[in-house]
């Protein structure tokens, strides 16, 4: 997902690793707590974005929504279509870690075709591996595979960083791993 290279700063510091059985961020819980107080009450959709991230990350996740839909409908005032799909994309994430499954596999799927038609590459890449990790966690693990490697070969093909295909790749293996147990 386009990022300003500020957001992309913290969010790097932020996460400190994967956990290897559900594929979740592990978080750094302090740096997250001082980069929510620095945005304190901003509401630039690029900081209500970043609240979301930044508390689903911590597990607050009814204010992550709460937030994640007052982003998606300034997104939308805006008119700009591909901010509002990054929104709805953050949002099926909170959906996601809130363990409403079904919600945020449709919207996921949604969200993959939209980039698709518009050829936005990384919103595309975003939603599919976001997608992937719903089917993870729903043990659809065939499923999840082919998201994860359509991710990486998206990714891949955008010309990601090594530290950008790590999820993707870490996914990947992980996933592997529990079907070939």
């Given at each position: 997902?386009?990022?300003?290279?500020?957001?992309?700063?913290h969010?790097l510091?932020?996460?400190?690793?994967?956990?290897?059985?559900?594929?979740r961020?592990?978080?750094?819980?302090?740096?997250v707590g001082?980069?929510l107080?620095?945005?304190?009450?901003?509401?630039?959709?690029?900081?209500l974005?970043?609240?979301?991230?930044l508390?689903?990350?911590?597990?607050?996740?009814?204010?992550?929504?709460?937030?994640?839909?007052?982003?998606?409908?300034q997104?939308?005032?805006s008119?700009?279509?591909?901010?509002?799909?990054?929104?709805r994309?953050r949002?099926?994430?909170?959906?996601?870690?809130?363990?409403k499954?079904p919600?945020?596999?449709?919207?996921?799927?949604?969200?993959?075709?939209?980039?698709?038609?518009?050829?936005?590459?990384?919103l595309?890449a975003?939603?599919?591996?976001?997608?992937?990790?719903?089917?993870?966690?729903?043990?659809?693990?065939p499923?999840?595979?082919?998201?994860?490697?359509?991710a990486?070969f998206?990714?891949?093909r955008?010309g990601?960083?090594?530290?950008?295909?790590?999820g993707?790749?870490?996914?990947?293996?992980?996933?592997?791993?529990?079907l070939?147990?």
């Amino acid at each position: 997902m386009p990022r300003p290279e500020k957001y992309q700063e913290h969010e790097l510091s932020i996460i400190t690793g994967y956990d290897m059985t559900t594929l979740r961020e592990k978080v750094d819980l302090r740096a997250v707590g001082e980069r929510l107080d620095e945005l304190g009450k901003l509401r630039s959709l690029s900081a209500l974005n970043e609240k979301v991230v930044l508390l689903r990350l911590s597990g607050q996740l009814d204010e992550a929504f709460v937030i994640a839909n007052e982003a998606l409908r300034q997104a939308r005032f805006s008119g700009d279509r591909e901010q509002a799909l990054g929104a709805r994309i953050r949002r099926a994430q909170v959906q996601q870690y809130q363990g409403k499954y079904p919600a945020a596999l449709q919207e996921l799927s949604l969200c993959v075709e939209e980039a698709q038609t518009h050829e936005w590459g990384t919103l595309e890449a975003t939603a599919t591996l976001s997608r992937g990790k719903v089917r993870f966690e729903m043990q659809d693990y065939p499923e999840a595979l082919v998201d994860f490697k359509a991710a990486v070969f998206l990714m891949e093909r955008l010309g990601a960083s090594i530290d950008q295909l790590e999820g993707s790749l870490v996914a990947v293996a992980v996933t592997e791993s529990f079907l070939s147990a």
